[in-house]
């Protein structure tokens, strides 16, 4: 048990939906950072935020978009959903910005019908 | 061309034989992690390096930065080490990009 928590574990939704993916940090860490795992594309880099604030941008889509709050919790939005969300996402959690190594949640596997 | 390619993408081999699985990438990075992903998904951080070699318990992990190129080994091979193997790499402009992995299946 790495100590990060993501929630829900499965999600199973509809074309052109919205959803939200919710991620805890292990205790102590300021870091969160979001990833997308599809079949066809592997493991991507979506966001990271330090305490807070925003502090890396990868391969996010317009469609979605994420936030941490000042728990430290962070949550990533999914909307206009299409077929192709569909993946595993990934939430990990780090003691600091930059160098430190990240703990990952067991994820969440959204399903786009 | 992708940033980060590993070989081999398919391993198996006998309970008890030396592993090794190469990781080289085309960017200037700050740190190189190495990834194990277990058939349940779960995704476990092995080793964060930024120059050197590091060692937990049977797996070594080396990075050599002039050649851009780092090697996860694995000594005494166990059907648990079977999983996939994920190279992935922290740009010096705070990207992350990852290889397509390598499937280590170990036989008893």
């Known amino acids: 048990d790495s100590g990060v928590t993501q929630t829900p574990k499965h999600l199973i939704t509809a074309t052109g939906q919205r959803v939200t993916l919710r991620c805890s940090p292990r205790s102590g860490d300021l870091s969160v950072y979001w990833y997308q795992q599809s079949l066809d594309q592997g493991l991507q880099f979506l966001i990271q935020y330090y305490n807070g604030e925003e502090r890396a941008k990868g391969n996010i889509l317009e469609r979605f978009s994420a936030q941490q709050f000042p728990d430290l919790h962070s949550e990533l939005n999914l909307s206009s959903l299409e077929l192709g969300d569909s993946a595993l996402y990934f939430c990990a959690s780090s003691r600091d910005s930059l160098i430190g190594e990240q703990f990952f949640g067991p994820g969440t596997r959204l399903t786009v019908l | 061309k992708n940033e980060v390619e590993q070989s081999p993408q398919n391993l198996t081999a006998q309970e008890g034989e030396f592993i090794t699985i190469n990781c080289s990438y085309s960017?200037?990075?700050?740190?190189l992690h190495w990834l194990q992903q277990h058939p349940g998904g779960g995704i476990v951080s092995l080793f964060m390096?930024?120059?050197g070699k590091k060692k937990h318990g049977r797996l070594i992990a080396t990075i050599n930065i002039q050649e851009k190129h780092s090697s996860l080994h694995i000594t005494a091979s166990h059907p648990r080490d079977s999983a996939v193997y994920i190279c992935?790499?922290?740009?010096?402009?705070?990207?992350?990009?990852f290889g397509t992995g390598t499937s280590l299946t170990v036989i008893p």
């Open positions: 390096l930024s120059s």
């Open positions: 960017v200037g990075i700050s740190a």
């Open positions: 992935a790499v922290r740009t010096s402009g705070n990207q992350f990009y």
